[in-house]
């Protein structure tokens, strides 16, 4: 490559443009998280947030992951987008360490969409960033570290980095269609009334059987379609959306472990327990202590934990 000897390089803003973030939309940064190849050999677990959208950025290894209904293999440099009541799974363990970033944000409203969705549900939900990977990932560990060492003007700046990622991310999106994706056959549509069917009660005592009786459908049948779909069977994807939902109290209530067992579904704390520690590696407790450190007390606001490994701009 020829060197540029130019003494002064001056670059001009050509174009004119129409600012992304107005009127009622106005984005809140919730929270940053760095996380650690072997931090990620205890999983979250399948799950998703109802208020706010998460942008994940893969900076090493590879894994299947089930986002929505389907499995999709993500790998380094690939840009995960999870808009609000996406379902995903994170699939990794001892053999598979997944390196990456993550942002948590609300209040968004873009034109035409519904409230917390940055793009279109047809979209897709994993993009290769290509050669935008460097400069996201410049954002996000700037985001990070100003806000893990509680730089001066921490929350400010890094809502202005915020406003940076959605354009840059928006820019990778862009042009992608998923729609384009060949038509959907009839039994996947099944298998998506199941997942809807699960995903609204899996907090309530159900089964095969009474998943079956609701739907009309055998339970055969039912558990036939269904893991041919999502590479689980109904009974396995109904224990990892409790333990994911599990998880989630844990990180973000002071419920008891007990009180948490029974909100998911669970009759006995032990049994609980058992299939947690199956799933993500460490018993409940040591997963709420392990994901979770004290925060520096703050005046008056109640708060005193945060998420390990992320920054949380209150």
């Known amino acids: 490559m020829a060197q540029d000897n130019r003494l002064n390089v001056q670059c001009f803003v050509k174009k004119e443009f129409q600012p992304l973030f107005v009127g009622e939309n106005n984005p809140k940064l919730l929270y940053v998280s760095d996380i650690r190849p072997d931090a990620s050999t205890h999983p979250r677990v399948m799950h998703a947030h109802e208020d706010f959208v998460e942008i994940i950025l893969i900076c090493s290894g590879s894994s299947e992951y089930l986002i929505h209904d389907k499995k999709y293999f993500i790998q380094t440099g690939d840009l995960l987008i999870y808009n609000a009541g996406v379902v995903h799974d994170e699939i990794s363990g001892p053999d598979i360490e997944i390196g990456s970033y993550c942002v948590a944000i609300g209040g968004l409203r ?34 990070f570290r100003n806000l893990a060492s509680e730089e ?151 708060k005193g934990r945060r998420r390990k490994g992320t920054a949380n701009p209150d």
């Not at 940055?118 to 050669?131: Q, R, T």
């Open 110 to 143: 873009m034109p035409g969409l519904q409230p917390n969705m940055l793009i279109p549900s047809d979209a897709g939900y994993v993009f290769p960033s290509g050669k935008s990977f460097g400069d996201l990932r410049i954002l996000f560990e700037m985001m």
């Open 152 to 302: 001066p003007r921490a929350e400010a700046f890094c809502s202005s980095l915020m406003h940076a990622l959605l354009v840059k991310v928006l820019a990778v999106t862009e042009g992608k269609d998923a729609s384009k994706e060949k038509p959907v056959d009839e039994p996947h549509v099944l298998g998506r009334r199941i997942k809807e069917y699960i995903d609204k009660h899996y907090m309530e005592p159900i089964t095969l059987q009474s998943m079956g009786e609701a739907l009309h459908i055998s339970p055969y049948y039912l558990s036939h379609v269904f893991k041919q779909m999502s590479g689980y069977s109904p009974v396995q994807y109904l224990l990892r959306r409790r333990i994911g939902e599990a998880q989630t109290l844990l990180i973000t209530t002071d419920l008891s472990i007990t009180r948490i067992a029974e909100m998911v579904g669970y009759d006995t704390q032990s049994y609980f327990n058992l299939q947690f520690t199956k799933n993500v590696g460490m018993p409940p407790n040591k997963f709420r202590q392990n994901y979770i450190v004290l925060q520096k007390e703050k005046k008056g606001n109640g």
